[in-house]
């Protein structure tokens, strides 16, 4: 192809999206390497310490949009030491050093920006907001933490052409700063607004009806809870915003009623009864995980919800609840079933051969169980065949499972669900042995992401999971029997895996992981006896990162001794 001009190239490249279809191609040859990196639109750093903040600035100087994730995905969970790291302001700084005239300007087109579970600090912030300014329309600061609303002051006041401003789920400090006011008067660009379970109360409502009545395009809102001391929140509030489809509220109060646009298709939060019809009819999406309904009511709102494609909901509502929903939400794409840590709720197997049979349509299922049964994978497996990610947890309790292990289960649903590129099996002792670890193997070639909980029997199980699963780039195990030299050995087979999370595993010699090669290991103190350690592993460009607390070790710094424990 030497014929061919570096603008024919670039135009060919253009047409080409998915990130591992450019990975391929920017392999062929040196001239396609620098076509990809003139072409590429945005980025995803799949781990923030895979590489340095300058390799991206030196090879990816024309992106739009970049993704950065930091944190494992359990410390959702509380299950990572609190300043284990993934700080974004050294990413931060490399992004506005290179916007500044003196340098051979690169990000002049980044205008989005997408941080998860990373710490976010407000000197970032601040700095962020002063390299980018107006040309910054999308900020997403994804279940990250670190910050105050003096922050976000900060980027109200300075990012005025700001279409998305994403916090969901981030742990916030309110330090009293006017950061939603000075969004109000900054902004009329507004299409997304999000700061749903931060911890951030609403309480002047001025703010909010200004930024209703200025932002034309707002499509989605969503809000933290609207506080006690609100008495006077006018029912046709969010009536005024005439293009919104998002909403989802809070409220302290209960003696509190609001009328919903009819625009709306998604909603989470409190459902205000009596329920209107011709609005829950419109709804695709719903999240109910923050309400107080009971069972009952849970079912009342399904039976005004027939077209539903995505559900949020927690184990209330029970088999009952699942069969109605299976009935009457054909459309059913997405559920997720989440324990409610109370005896209110039990789902089993049979809910879930009911939702599997009647929803055809599904393709993301995550569901907390109390009992579980090899008939309801082969259910998914035979009837479920555009499933993309399923994830079955199998709660704790005293009473008797109908049928463990999952082998042929799980056998059957990967057999039958062909296009599944995630998976998480989270059972008790004994509830997948190594034959069905090795069915994983032989039928995951698409898994990209793998959770395995209290599942196989030995080293054996987990070897031949990893001489298939070629695609496999995460995986986490909790509660296997597998030791470190069987997981050495499975990485090594597992050549596309980039990112590995242990906890309460058979622990023999540590050094064992060094059969990893070029992969930097961590090793997680245990904060007390009866905290399991953890191992945190990945493959980097730069080696050890300098940041980590005293609690996180990397193993190459461990001297073991044998019958001594560990010694620094």
């Not at 191609?25 to 639109?41: G, I, P, Q």
């Not at 989605?220 to 609207?226: F, H, M, P, T």
């Not at 992401?449 to 029997?457: D, M, R, S």
Request: glycine share 6%; with cysteine.
């Amino acid at each position: 192809m030497e014929w061919m001009s570096d603008e024919l190239l670039d135009s060919i490249f253009s047409f080409i999206d998915h990130p591992m279809d450019r990975r391929a191609l920017s392999e062929v040859c040196k001239r396609w390497y620098l076509a990809d990196a003139r072409t590429r639109k945005s980025i995803t750093v799949g781990f923030s310490y895979a590489i340095e903040p300058s390799n991206l600035s030196r090879r990816f100087r024309n992106i739009q949009a970049l993704k950065i994730k930091g944190k494992p995905r359990v410390s959702e969970f509380g299950m990572v030491v609190k300043d284990w790291g993934a700080y974004c302001e050294p990413w931060i700084q490399e992004l506005v050093s290179q916007r500044h005239p003196s340098s051979a300007t690169a990000f002049a087109s980044l205008t989005s920006l997408h941080f998860r579970r990373m710490e976010v600090s407000d000197t970032a912030l601040r700095l962020l907001a002063r390299g980018f300014g107006s040309s910054l329309q999308v900020l997403r600061l994804d279940k990250c933490s670190g910050f105050s609303t003096a922050g976000l002051e900060a980027v109200a006041r300075e990012c005025k052409s700001l279409r998305v401003l994403y916090l969901e789920e981030s742990v916030i400090e309110d330090d009293g700063s006017q950061w939603l006011h000075e969004l109000a008067v900054s902004n009329s660009a507004l299409e997304v607004l999000n700061f749903f379970l931060t911890g951030l109360d609403l309480s002047n409502l001025s703010d909010l009806a200004h930024i209703i009545a200025n932002c034309k395009s707002l499509t989605s809102l969503k809000l933290g809870e609207i506080s006690r001391g609100v008495v006077d929140l006018p029912a046709d509030i969010f009536i005024a915003a005439k293009s919104l489809k998002e909403l989802a509220v809070i409220f302290a109060r209960n003696n509190i009623s609001v009328n919903l646009p009819k625009t709306l298709t998604s909603f989470a939060g409190d459902l205000l009864f009596p329920l209107d019809p011709l609005v829950c009819s419109n709804f695709r999406e719903l999240d109910l995980m923050s309400t107080t309904l009971t069972a009952e009511e849970h079912m009342q709102v399904i039976q005004c919800c027939p077209n539903l494609e995505v559900l949020k909901v927690r184990n209330i509502i029970g088999d009952a609840g699942v069969a109605t929903l299976a009935s009457l939400c054909p459309k059913l794409r997405r559920i997720r079933i989440e324990n409610l840590e109370d005896a209110y709720g039990f789902c089993s197997y049979k809910g879930l051969i009911t939702l599997a049979s009647r929803c055809v349509n599904l393709q993301h299922v995550a569901i907390y169980v109390s009992d579980i049964a090899n008939s309801a994978l082969r259910a998914f497996g035979t009837h479920c065949p555009h499933m993309l990610d399923f994830r079955i947890v199998l709660l704790e309790s005293t009473l008797p499972v109908t049928e463990l292990p999952l082998d042929s289960g799980v056998r059957a649903l990967l057999q039958g669900c062909r296009k599944i590129t995630r998976l998480a099996i989270y059972l008790r002792n004994g509830g997948l042995t190594d034959a069905g670890l090795a069915a994983i193997g032989s039928l995951g070639e698409h898994l990209t992401w793998l959770l395995l909980g209290c599942v196989g029997t030995s080293d054996r199980g987990l070897i031949d999971l990893a001489s298939g699963c070629r695609s496999l780039q995460k995986l986490e195990l909790r509660d296997c029997p597998f030791t470190e030299g069987g997981i050495a050995v499975s990485v090594r087979l597992l050549a596309s895996l980039r990112f590995l999370w242990i906890q309460k595993y058979r622990e023999s010699n540590p050094y064992d992981l060094l059969q990893m090669g070029d992969w930097v290991v961590e090793y997680i103190v245990p904060s007390s006896d009866t905290t399991p350690s953890q191992v945190v592993a990945y493959r980097s460009t730069v080696g050890h990162r300098s940041d980590f607390p005293e609690e996180v070790i990397p193993l190459s710094q461990i001297a073991w001794a044998f019958g001594g424990g560990f010694h620094i």
